[in-house]
């Protein structure tokens, strides 16, 4: 129990759907995170929030929309993907600054 | 261009030896490292840490060592155990508060009975 949850843990979506992605924390953290884990690349940081408020876009293309209505939920809306948006789609949450960040166990998104 | 870099995708230990993974990286603005170990359909889970004025840090079984002239860290893990099989990964941030980890692309190791 890594006290990060998300869901759905798996979705395949046509290009044209639309889906949410939902994280929740339970630790209390302040700083939640979306990043993305393609075959043999490294995990791409997405979106961080801090204490609600957005502190990075890492160039994320709109078509990626995020939400964080407080600190313990953060969703990442879908929209019009494209196939090479297919990846793992990992929550994090860390206290403040992020000496430790704990994941949830993914959304695997296959997009069709 | 990727700037911390795991050069050995893969790695098989026998039980009750030791492992060492290891992780190069190329900004010198990076003070604080991780490693994280991740098991198939679960997220990377934290494992150890080591901040830039320090050269070792163990815990348990575990340890890191930071070479920063070379830019290099491993881990060692010893004795070795098949619970051990899973990806690890090697990130780093910067000193100036900025709350980017930069993630390697990770090495599996393979913990043979």
């Known amino acids: 129990e890594t006290g990060v949850t998300q869901t759905p843990r798996h979705l395949v979506m046509g290009m044209t759907n639309k889906k949410s992605l939902k994280c929740e924390q339970h630790?209390?953290?302040?700083?939640m995170y979306w990043y993305k884990q393609s075959a043999k690349k490294p995990l791409e940081l997405m979106f961080v929030?801090?204490?609600?408020?957005?502190?990075e876009n890492n160039s994320v293309p709109s078509r990626f929309s995020p939400e964080c209505p407080n600190s313990s939920h953060l969703f990442l809306h879908l929209h019009t993907l494209q196939p090479e948006d297919s990846a793992l789609y990992l929550c994090?949450?860390?206290?403040?600054?992020?000496?430790?960040?704990?994941f949830g166990p993914g959304t695997r998104l296959t997009v069709t | 261009d990727q700037q911390v870099k795991q050069n050995s995708p893969s790695l098989s230990v026998q039980e009750g030896r030791i492992s060492i993974l290891n992780c190069d990286y190329t900004?010198?603005?990076?003070?604080?490292f991780l490693w994280y170990k991740k098991y198939p359909a679960e997220g990377p889970t934290f494992l150890i840490s080591?901040?830039?004025?320090?050269d070792k840090n163990e815990d348990g079984r575990f340890t890191v060592f930071l070479n920063k002239s070379a830019k290099h860290l491993s881990l060692h893990i010893v004795p070795s155990q098949p619970g051990d099989s899973a990806v690890y990964f090697c990130?780093?941030?910067?000193?100036?508060?900025?709350?980017?980890?930069?993630f390697g692309t990770g090495t599996r190791l393979t913990i043979i009975p």
């Open positions: 994090a949450s860390s206290q403040d600054l992020p000496y430790e960040q704990y």
């Open positions: 929030y801090n204490f609600k408020e957005q502190t």
């Open positions: 900004n010198s603005m990076f003070d604080y």
């Open positions: 990130a780093a941030r910067p000193n100036f508060g900025n709350e980017k980890l930069t």
């Open positions: 080591i901040s830039s004025i320090k």
């Open positions: 630790l209390g953290h302040n700083a």
